[in-house]
C-alpha cells in the first residue's frame, strides 16, 4: 500500500472508533445519580442546590461536562467539599468526538466525571443550614 492509501485508511478507523464512541454513550443507561452540566443552561448554585439533593437520596453523584462546562463542574465539586458536604472519590478525564452540525466534521471535547461522596457529617449540616434559614425567616416576620 501506498503512504497516502494507509494514511487515509488509518483516519477512516479512527473516525468509526469515534462514532462506535459517540452511539455508546448515547445509548448507554442514563445514571441516576449523574448531573450533566451545561454553561448556558442553569445558573452555578442550580447545580449546587441539585448535587445537595441527589446526595440526599443516593450516598453519591456524578458531576459530568463537556469543554467550556468543565470549570462549571469543578466550581460545583470545589464548593460542596469546602462546605463539608462531600468527598472527592474519583475524578476521570477523557475527550469525545461529537459531530459538528454546521460543518459536518467531527469536533474533539475535553470531557470531565467527578464523582463525589456524602460526607460523614453530610446530614447534620444541611440540616443545621434549614435550621438557620427558618430562624431567619423568623426574625424577619417578628421584625
Not at 46 to 50: D, Q
Given at each position: 500500500?501506498?503512504?497516502?492509501?494507509?494514511v487515509?485508511?488509518?483516519?477512516?478507523r479512527?473516525?468509526?472508533?469515534?462514532?462506535?464512541?459517540?452511539?455508546a454513550?448515547a445509548t448507554?443507561?442514563?445514571k441516576?445519580n449523574?448531573i450533566?452540566v451545561?454553561?448556558n443552561k442553569?445558573?452555578l448554585y442550580?447545580?449546587?442546590?441539585?448535587a445537595k439533593?441527589y446526595?440526599?437520596?443516593?450516598?453519591?453523584v456524578?458531576?459530568?461536562?463537556?469543554?467550556?462546562?468543565?470549570?462549571?463542574?469543578v466550581?460545583?465539586?470545589?464548593?460542596?467539599?469546602?462546605n463539608?458536604?462531600?468527598t472527592?472519590?474519583?475524578?476521570?478525564?477523557s475527550t469525545?468526538?461529537?459531530?459538528?452540525?454546521a460543518k459536518g466534521?467531527?469536533v474533539?471535547?475535553a470531557?470531565?466525571?467527578?464523582?463525589l461522596?456524602?460526607s460523614?457529617?453530610f446530614?447534620s449540616?444541611?440540616?443545621?443550614?434549614?435550621?438557620?434559614?427558618i430562624k431567619?425567616?423568623?426574625q424577619?416576620i417578628?421584625?
Open positions: 500500500m501506498e503512504a497516502a492509501t494507509v487515509e485508511a488509518e483516519k477512516e479512527e473516525a468509526t472508533e469515534e462514532a462506535a464512541e459517540e452511539v454513550e448507554a443507561p442514563a441516576k449523574r450533566q451545561s454553561t442553569k445558573p442550580f447545580y449546587v442546590n441539585l439533593r446526595m440526599q437520596h443516593n450516598n453519591e456524578e458531576l459530568s461536562a463537556l469543554g467550556m462546562a468543565i470549570g462549571t463542574v466550581t460545583v465539586a470545589e464548593i460542596l467539599k469546602n463539608g458536604l462531600a472527592e472519590k474519583k475524578i476521570l478525564t469525545v468526538g461529537t459531530r459538528d452540525e466534521r467531527l474533539r471535547k470531557k470531565i466525571e467527578i464523582l461522596g456524602k460523614e457529617n446530614n449540616l444541611l440540616s443545621t443550614n434549614k435550621a438557620d434559614r431567619a425567616v423568623e424577619e417578628k421584625a
